[in-house]
């Protein structure tokens, strides 16, 4: 069973910052794809940016500029850093792992609130 264990979130100012992580461990397979989705009240769980074994990157068009994922493959984890951010960002956010035989895996989710 994968594990996956998510840190980082809480309560920021509009226009501050939070750095997410998420580390993976448990018995997996070689991990292929990691990232972060997020879900608002009353929305689907929509895609934030996912990162592959080999750093090629993919985000949503209204986080591009503002957010920036990463990961160390050694440590099998991903971090989410999120900058001006926005009310709207508000959310709880997933972590993900899919493994090269296209298993996913999600955390448990870790809130992040953007309010003055």
């Known amino acids: 069973q994968v594990q996956l264990v998510e840190s980082g979130g809480g309560l920021v100012q509009p226009g501050g910052s939070l750095r997410l992580s998420c580390a993976a461990s448990g018995s997996m397979y070689r991990i292929n794809v990691m990232g972060w989705y997020r879900q608002a009240p009353g929305k689907e769980r929509e895609l934030v940016a996912t990162i592959t074994s080999d750093g090629r990157t993919n985000y949503a068009d209204s986080m591009k500029g503002r957010f920036a994922i990463s990961r160390d493959n050694g440590k099998n984890t991903v971090y989410l850093q999120m900058n001006n951010l926005k009310p709207e960002d508000t959310a709880v956010y997933y972590c993900?792992?899919?493994?090269?035989?296209?298993?996913?895996?999600w955390g448990q989710g870790t809130q992040v609130t953007v309010s003055s």
């Open positions: 993900y792992l899919r493994n090269i035989q296209s298993v996913n895996y």
